[in-house]
T-cell receptor, first 117, second 114 residues
Framework: DQQVKQNSPSLSVQEGRISILNCDYTNSMFDYFLWYKKYPAEGPTFLISISSIKDKNEDGRFTVFLNKSAKHLSLHIVPSQPGDSAVYFCAARLAPNYGGSQGNLIFGKGTKLSVKP | DTGVSQNPRHKITKRGQNVTFRCDPISEHNRLYWYRQTLGQGPEFLTYFQNEAQLEKSRLLSDRFSAERPKGSFSTLEIQRTEQGDSAMYLC????????????FGPGTRLTVL
C-alpha cells in the first residue's frame, strides 16, 4: 500500500500565478516531510522540508503547509516561473528506529508541473 | 563540483551479466543511501550506510544485490545475474549529522537490461 500519495499526476499553471501541489500520507509515524524537484535526466533536488511538529515552513517563493489531522501537506510556489516546470516529489521520513527504519525516505509518485509563459 | 556524483551515468547490459555502480557522496556526509526509481514511480529505498556500516536493507534488495562502503566514503552497488526487471534509475543520496532527513541526490545511473 502506498504510504505517500500524490493524486494529481500533472498540473498546469500560468506564469506569475500560484502553484499548489498536494500530498497525502497514511502513516502517523512520519517525523519529517520533504519536497524534491526533478528535471529530466537529473537526480531529485531538495527544495524544502517541514518537521511534523510544525504546520508551516517558508523559504523564498516556496511554502509548505502541514495539516496533521488531515494527514495532508501542500507546497505553494508563488509566483510560479517557467523554470519551475519539473516533476515534484513529496517524501516522508519514518521516525528513526520505528519498525527498524534508520530514516529512509518514502516518496510519492510525483506531480509534473508545467508553468506556461 | 561538490555534489553527489555517480558513475556511470548510463549502463546497458545483457541479461545475466553483472554490473557495478559507484557513488561518491558529498565529502562531509556520513550517511549514504541507495534508491531505485522506475518509470512513473518515485524513488524506492534500497539500502543505507552510516560511515562504513550497512545499517538497513529493503525487501527490494534481493540476494543478487550487494552494496559496500569500505572506507566510509564512496559506495558501490553490484547487481549479479541481471534481469530485465532490474532496468531502472539507481539513485544515490547522502546526508549529514542532525540534518539526516535532508538527503541530497546524485544524478543517478540508468540501467537497461536487454
Amino acid at each position: 500500500d502506498q504510504q505517500v500519495k500524490q493524486n494529481s499526476p500533472s498540473l498546469s499553471v500560468q506564469e506569475g500565478r500560484i502553484s499548489i501541489l498536494n500530498c497525502d500520507y497514511t502513516n502517523s509515524m512520519f517525523d519529517y516531510f520533504l519536497w524534491y524537484k526533478k528535471y529530466p535526466a537529473e537526480g531529485p533536488t531538495f527544495l524544502i522540508s517541514i518537521s511534523s511538529i510544525k504546520d508551516k515552513n517558508e523559504d523564498g517563493r516556496f511554502t509548505v503547509f502541514l495539516n496533521k489531522s488531515a494527514k495532508h501537506l501542500s507546497l505553494h510556489i508563488v509566483p510560479s516561473q517557467p523554470g519551475d516546470s519539473a516533476v515534484y516529489f513529496c517524501a516522508a521520513r519514518l521516525a528513526p528506529n520505528y519498525g527498524g527504519s534508520q530514516g529512509n525516505l518514502i516518496f510519492g509518485k510525483g506531480t509534473k508541473l508545467s508553468v506556461k509563459p | 563540483d561538490t555534489g553527489v556524483s555517480q558513475n556511470p551515468r548510463h549502463k546497458i547490459t545483457k541479461r545475466g551479466q553483472n554490473v557495478t555502480f559507484r557513488c561518491d557522496p558529498i565529502s562531509e556526509h556520513n550517511r549514504l543511501y541507495w534508491y531505485r526509481q522506475t518509470l512513473g514511480q518515485g524513488p524506492e529505498f534500497l539500502t543505507y550506510f552510516q560511515n562504513e556500516a550497512q545499517l538497513e536493507k529493503s525487501r527490494l534488495l534481493s540476494d543478487r544485490f550487494s552494496a559496500e562502503r569500505p572506507k566510509g566514503s564512496f559506495s558501490t552497488l553490484e547487481i549479479q545475474r541481471t534481469e530485465q526487471g532490474d532496468s531502472a534509475m539507481y539513485l544515490c543520496a547522502s546526508s549529514f549529522g542532525s540534518l539526516v532527513h535532508e538527503q541530497f541526490f546524485g544524478p543517478g545511473t540508468r540501467l537497461t537490461v536487454l
